[in-house]
């Protein structure tokens, strides 16, 4: 299974990033996937997950209304479209996914991880 994360970059508050998440050597429908991000010196922490057929999302509170998850199974990638950044989002991001059925939140539930990601947004 790899797990290839792309599209940070540096932009200043307010802009707009699309990350994403090519997923090859799995079944992509059968597997759900979420975003998480760590910030320098800081645990990494749940962004948002997506169930396997993409009806079902989740999101934390910090993100909520901004972050918006979505999958494309013709093309076996996922997406984090992030508007309206903050400097507090500042992280390297990182994509998962789960063989699990459910949508989940603790890293201890997902069984592979991409790269990263860093997303960089200035004042």
């Known amino acids: 299974v790899q797990l290839q994360a792309s599209g940070g970059g540096l932009v200043q508050a307010g802009a707009s990033l699309r990350l994403s998440c090519a997923a090859s050597?799995?079944?992509?429908?059968?597997?759900?996937m979420g975003w998480f991000r760590q910030a320098p010196g800081k645990e990494r922490r749940w962004v948002a997950s997506?169930?396997?057929?993409?009806?079902?999302?989740s999101y934390a509170d910090s993100v909520k209304g901004r972050f918006t998850i979505s999958r494309d199974s013709a093309k076996s990638t996922m997406y984090l479209q992030m508007n309206s950044l903050k400097p507090e989002d500042t992280a390297v991001y990182y994509c998962?996914?789960?063989?699990?059925?459910?949508?989940?939140?603790?890293?201890?539930?997902?069984?592979?991880w991409g790269q990263g990601t860093l997303v960089t947004v200035s004042s």
């Open positions: 997506i169930n396997r057929g993409g009806g079902t999302t």
């Open positions: 998962a996914v789960t063989a699990r059925g459910g949508i989940y939140s603790s890293p201890l539930m997902y069984d592979h």
């Open positions: 050597g799995l079944t992509f429908g059968s597997y759900a």
